[in-house]
């Protein structure tokens, strides 16, 4: 079977944020109709399993078994060293209902503070999946490590931006250009996998 990305193709985007569809239409440079799993108004399902690549993968395949198409889910989040990796795949619970990020960044640091924790270290993960109806699907993830800083810095990015400071980098991704960021980030780099995997 052919696992291979074709030009023009129709992929599912497993979100019900049609916010998303410029942003995955530009990292995957284009040439697909995308269409989301709102517009086709399918159910959300359950985040239930433990990893960003699991949940990525149950995502992509709940859209792509109910659409009969080919789907594309993300999931991604902050993970704090000294937290054992959280808040991780709990990364948008932390903002609560109101989706508050200063709530769920004062949380992260207050649960540093709690351990005495001094180690900063941290890294953002995107894990992407993209499922066929009939059963294949292939997960990728892009990582970007880096230290926390405390108080949060910048406003020109969103969720955890603020607070990190990637690798070789001085300014948070709150205080970064959007395209200076998107140089390096998760996203990105996650992207780049799954095309080298499935674009010729
Ligand atoms: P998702 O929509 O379930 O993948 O949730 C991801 C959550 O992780 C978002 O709500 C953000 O809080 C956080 N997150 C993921 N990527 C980034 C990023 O690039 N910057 C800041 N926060 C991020």
Redesign the pocket.
């Known amino acids: 079977m052919n696992l291979k990305l074709i030009k023009g193709m129709r992929i599912v985007v497993a979100t019900h944020n049609p916010g998303k569809v410029p942003e995955i239409s530009a990292l995957l440079g284009g040439n697909y109709e995308l269409v989301t799993a709102g517009q086709l108004n399918l159910p959300e399902p359950e985040e239930t399993e433990s990893t960003f690549g699991g949940n990525a993968m149950l995502k992509a395949r709940h859209a792509a078994q109910l659409s009969g198409q080919v789907a594309l889910a993300?999931?991604?989040?902050?993970s704090v060293a000294a937290l054992h990796g959280a808040p991780g795949i709990f990364?948008?619970r932390w903002?609560g209902p109101g989706k508050d990020?200063a709530v769920?960044m004062a949380k992260v640091e207050q649960r540093l503070e709690e351990i005495g924790a001094t180690d900063r270290a941290a890294w953002?993960t995107?894990a992407l999946a993209l499922a066929w109806p009939d059963g294949p699907c292939v997960v990728v993830e892009g990582v970007v490590r880096g230290q926390l800083t405390f108080p949060p810095r910048g406003d020109k990015?969103?969720?955890?931006?603020p607070l990190f400071i990637a690798e070789g980098q001085t300014l948070t991704?709150g205080e970064m250009d959007p395209a200076a960021k998107d140089a390096i980030?998760?996203?990105t780099r996650a992207f780049e996998k799954l095309k080298a995997a499935l674009i010729d």
């Open positions: 993300d999931d991604s989040g902050l990364s948008a903002a990020f769920a953002f995107s990015g969103f969720g955890y931006d991704f980030s998760h996203r």
